[in-house]
């Protein structure tokens, strides 16, 4: 059920992410704005982490995920009226209120680790996230077969959009999950500076981050340069559909690579495969250049979050646990809202080679960061033998 939900609120963030950029041209957006609607999501999605898990700790994690889907609904309905009446203001506003649900979205994986022995808590983690793949064709097909069922292009899909948020709710309502980790009887919280203090805590945030604001620069960007490069507007519905793929389709085996090869050589894999996919970047403007490059991004955000996740779920005790993942997730996508917000600029100031290099200075030192620490941690080893 909880990979059901995640389909859901994924079906609906791959669907902004298809059709945001092109109906904020459509929109008559000033240039290099064209990416605000999605970096306000994203910020509301920052701004809400906190307080949701506040709630979460009080009243459990089904009420709030059926209230934050109810939220989103009213986000959606509030996008397809600004396509109504032609307002680009509007429609940027309605990424604040499907932000809230990304929000609450955020916490399933957590929920789903909570669930389960710690042995299976990355497995649980990566089967919760592979909701994601239905996602991957629900949101394309939604926006290809809706586009034009009104006037006013994609009004008509986040109409049906907000219906999938109702039931994202109704699904939230027959959940039945453990007690919040804030109730659960243990020992006394640590100060949040002392649990940052860990290196294991340092090294997951710090996956988090680099995977995911890397891969949200990338993916936002692309639709903008494939325009540039005068490809036809549906192409970048069918390239971001890839690309939310096998963002969640490997998570069926990550769980089981986890358990191989560990945390951080799979963390490290998924690094090497994002610098892959900009070096594919790199190569050409090609449709056949950003689907592909697209698709490494994808895996190997897959690879650096379900391992960054799992990391951290052992770095702090159960009744640390709201306060520490929200903390993870507000620096993780004030990240993305900041690469969301200028990706649009940086397209258009610099153009998309630029945009990739610059992508690959923080994938590189952190893989050299992974490298260092496997290094010590063999060593360590190999002197306790």
């Not at 990416?35 to 898990?53: F, K, R, S």
């Not at 950003?290 to 951290?312: E, R």
Request: with cysteine.
């Amino acid at each position: 059920m909880l990979a059901l939900s995640q389909a859901f609120v994924m079906t609906i963030v791959s669907l902004m992410l298809s059709a945001s950029v092109l109906v904020s041209v459509g929109l008559s957006a000033a240039p290099g704005w064209a990416t605000l609607p999605l970096a306000m999501q994203y910020l509301a999605t920052m701004l809400a982490l906190h307080p949701l898990a506040r709630l979460m700790a009080r009243w459990g994690r089904g009420p709030v995920f059926a209230g934050a889907a109810l939220v989103g609904a009213a986000g959606l309905a509030l996008a397809a009226a600004g396509l109504a009446y032609g307002s680009f203001a509007v429609f940027v506003l309605s990424g604040l209120c499907v932000g809230v649900l990304g929000a609450a979205g955020q916490f399933y994986r957590f929920a789903a680790a909570e669930a389960v022995p710690v042995a299976a808590r990355g497995q649980a983690v990566a089967l919760t996230l592979a909701g994601g793949v239905l996602a991957a064709f629900l949101g394309p097909f939604i926006a290809s077969a809706t586009r034009d069922f009104t006037a006013v292009p994609f009004q008509a899909s986040f109409g049906v959009l907000a219906a999938l948020a109702l039931l994202a709710a109704g699904v939230a309502c027959l959940l039945r999950l453990p007690a919040p980790p804030a109730a659960a009887a243990g020992p006394m919280k640590r100060p949040l500076r002392k649990i940052a203090r860990r290196a294991d805590f340092r090294l997951a945030l710090a996956g988090a981050v680099v995977g995911y604001a890397v891969m949200a620069l990338l993916m936002t960007a692309t639709p903008l340069a494939m325009l540039c490069a005068g490809q036809p507007a549906g192409a970048s519905i069918a390239v971001i559909q890839w690309h939310l793929l096998v963002m969640f389709a490997p998570s069926f085996v990550t769980g089981w690579l986890i358990a191989r090869l560990g945390l951080l050589a799979v963390k490290l894999l998924g690094g090497l495969l994002l610098l892959a996919g900009i070096g594919l970047a790199l190569a050409g403007d090609a449709l056949a250049h950003f689907s592909a490059a697209l698709v490494l991004v994808g895996v190997g955000w897959n690879f650096l979050y379900v391992g960054a996740t799992a990391l951290l779920t052992q770095t702090c005790r159960e009744v640390e646990k709201p306060a520490v993942q929200a903390f993870n997730d507000s620096v993780v996508f004030l990240s993305v809202t900041l690469a969301t917000l200028f990706a649009g600029r940086l397209v258009d100031s610099l153009g998309w080679e630029a945009v990739n290099r610059l992508a690959a200075v923080p994938v590189g030192v952190f893989v050299l960061v992974l490298l260092a620490s496997l290094v010590r941690r063999r060593a360590g080893l190999a002197r306790t033998a």
